[in-house]
Every structure is written in structure tokens, then in C-alpha cells.
């Protein structure tokens, strides 16, 4: 495990204790994104092990508007095991500023959200107003580099030119289940880092979601 990383391993284990059986921390390497988690403390909330990769990481974290002081605290999603979970993730930086890691905090609410469900049901309904997040380009500046730094990790050291057709598909296959595609001008960065041209990554793209469908 990095250096950087391993004053983690105790606070992850602090707060799973601290939260109880229904609280999972999940540490990240995200210098190696395919394999990204690197420990695992507390229950099994979402059967997450060393080895596997971030999910969630680019959709609510990276590209959240709430995205402040490198976290985001309480977003929900639901885990293939089908429990609700409530998740914190704060984004771990070097000196330099780079993204190496980030901590995420999982705690299972499906049984108290079911309870919640049922009390809010004798209550009056309410009109939620529609959130209008400013734009801002400094922010968008830095979220562009997390997915570059992403991208590198995951093409890894390998010469693009020495990729086959299937090993550039199956990179793509990768960043488009994980979100990186959902970032304004990440198609054309894939493109540069592969050395083909969008239109290229498009019919990649085509080829992946069609397979997925």
C-alpha cells in the first residue's frame, strides 16, 4: 500500500467501529483504477473486497455539484447485493494537489429508510424546488484533471500504439461503466491517450453499449 494512503487504514477502521455493523469503509488506490480498492474495514454492506474497482466514484463524487473541501457527504445508491446505502467519500490528494485515493464511508439504511418511507407517508406533500448549480469553470478545470489523472491509471504504463483492437475496447468498456464519458471533453481526451481520433472512441462506445444492451 502507498505511503500516502496508509494513515487511512486507521481512520477506516475507527469509523466502521465507531458506526457499528451496518457501516463499511472502503479505501482506494486510484492510481491503479481497474483494481482500485486496497482495504475494506467493517460489515459486509456492499460485498466490496481488496481488488475490485470504484463504482460510484466519477457519477456522485467527482462530477457532484456538492463536490466541496475534496468530499461529498451523504449521496445514496443502491448496492448490487439491492441494499440502500448512504456513502460519504473524501478524495485524497498528494502535496501536489494530484488525486491518489479516496476513503468512502458506506453505512446500510435500507431498514431505516423503509421506516422513514412509512412515517413521511402521513405527512402533506411537498413540491421539491429543482437545484440550478452555478457554473463553475475553476471547479470544472479541476474535475477535468481527476478524470485525466483516472484515465492515465487506467491505460497504465502501455504504449497505445502497442494496444489490439479488443484491449483498446475493453479500456473503453472500463471508463464508460465507471462514468469517465459523462465529462464534457473526456471523449477527446480517450482519443489523444489511445491515438485515434473520436470518432474512433465513438464507435468503440457504439460497440460497448450495444453489447451491454
Given amino acids: 500500500m502507498k505511503q500516502i494512503l496508509i494513515p487511512y487504514v486507521s481512520a477506516a477502521n475507527m469509523l466502521a467501529r465507531t458506526f457499528g455493523p451496518d457501516c463499511e469503509v472502503v479505501l482506494h488506490d486510484l492510481d491503479m483504477p481497474e483494481h482500485s480498492v486496497v482495504y475494506v474495514a467493517g460489515g459486509a454492506v456492499t460485498g466490496r473486497k481488496p481488488g475490485d474497482?470504484?463504482?460510484h466514484l466519477v457519477r456522485q463524487v467527482?462530477?457532484?455539484?456538492?463536490l466541496t473541501e475534496d468530499y461529498v457527504a451523504n449521496y445514496y445508491f443502491t448496492a448490487p447485493n439491492g441494499r440502500l446505502i448512504r456513502s460519504s467519500t473524501l478524495l485524497i490528494k498528494d502535496?501536489?494537489?494530484h488525486l491518489r485515493g479516496a476513503l468512502c464511508i458506506n453505512l446500510d439504511t435500507?431498514?431505516?429508510?423503509?421506516?422513514?418511507?412509512?412515517?413521511?407517508s402521513f405527512l402533506p406533500e411537498k413540491e421539491a424546488e429543482a437545484e440550478r448549480p452555478d457554473e463553475?469553470?475553476?471547479?470544472?478545470?479541476?474535475?477535468?484533471?481527476?478524470?485525466?489523472?483516472?484515465?492515465?491509471?487506467i491505460l497504465g504504463n502501455?504504449?497505445?500504439?502497442?494496444?489490439?483492437r479488443e484491449e483498446r475496447i475493453e479500456k473503453i468498456r472500463f471508463m464508460e461503466t465507471r462514468g469517465?464519458?459523462?465529462?464534457k471533453g473526456s471523449v477527446e481526451k480517450a482519443a489523444e491517450k489511445l491515438g485515434v481520433n473520436k470518432v474512433t472512441i465513438y464507435s468503440y462506445l457504439d460497440e460497448v453499449r450495444g453489447k451491454r444492451r
Fill in 95 to 97: 502535496e501536489d494537489g
Fill in 180 to 183: 469517465i464519458f459523462l465529462m
Fill in 53 to 55: 474497482s470504484f463504482d
Fill in 110 to 120: 435500507t431498514r431505516i429508510s423503509e421506516q422513514i418511507r412509512f412515517l413521511q
Fill in 136 to 153: 463553475d469553470t475553476e471547479k470544472t478545470g479541476h474535475v477535468a484533471v481527476m478524470i485525466e489523472k483516472l484515465m492515465d491509471g
Fill in 62 to 66: 467527482i462530477l457532484s455539484e456538492h
Fill in 158 to 164: 502501455v504504449c497505445a500504439s502497442d494496444l489490439s
